[in-house]
């Protein structure tokens, strides 16, 4: 018996600092607006100005409708010192595949050169406890701003696939602050390893 990756429900062990972002895609603009600014005050500390109130609360908004964009299953700003705003996006999503895909050919797909690489990902295959993985860490450029500038960014991603499941799951960590790279390469990786599937309604 074979279950699509549509019908799985996913848990992921949650750091400290790690905000759970809103993907629902039924929810107002008023409610996401109500969440930011809750989310903020609850994470600051009392007597932190009404400006940094405001821009975490920005952030937090930012964050959500960035995550939404790629509808996954479940998303968190990873925001261990919310002064200063987001360190990491945590998102896990389900991909629809062909149940005969392998891990080489994974490998092979997210391994290669995109336009946006600033340098060839680099990958490597291993097991994770729900199933055989790829991971890939590839550094790249972000999207351009009016200016033609934009940021570089750093992301892991792991790619598994699992016995009896048609599809692949996809956990990635993205950020800007790549001087915290090793830390977050670190944090990836155990993260990775917490990963659990469940079927919807069980």
């Not at 989310?39 to 932190?48: D, M, W």
């Not at 500038?149 to 993205?174: H, M, S």
Request: charged share 20%; glycine share 8%; hydrophobic share 45%.
């Amino acid at each position: 018996m074979t279950v699509d990756i549509t019908d799985l429900r996913v848990d992921i062990g949650v750091p400290g600092g790690a905000i759970q972002l809103p993907t629902d895609a039924s929810l107002s603009e008023d409610e996401l607006a109500g969440w930011a600014e809750s989310v903020a005050f609850g994470r600051l500390a009392p007597e932190t100005p009404r400006d940094v109130v405001a821009l975490f609360t920005e952030a937090l908004l930012e964050a959500a409708a960035d995550s939404r964009t790629r509808h996954p299953a479940l998303a968190f700003s990873f925001c261990p010192q919310p002064e200063h705003g987001e360190l990491a996006r945590i998102e896990v999503r389900g991909l629809t595949a062909d149940a005969d895909l392998t891990i080489d050919a994974l490998a092979g797909y997210f391994g290669a050169v995109v336009p946006y690489s600033l340098e060839p990902p680099e990958t490597t295959q291993g097991v994770l406890p729900i199933g055989s993985a790829v991971r890939i860490r590839h550094r790249f450029q972000g999207s351009s701003d009016e200016f033609g500038e934009g940021p570089v960014l750093q992301t892991v991603a792991y790619a598994i696939r699992t016995e009896g499941v048609n599809g692949v799951l996809l956990f990635t960590v993205t950020w800007q602050a790549l001087f915290f790279s090793d830390e977050l390469f670190d944090l990836a990786d155990k993260l990775a390893s917490t990963l659990q599937y469940s079927v919807a309604g069980s």
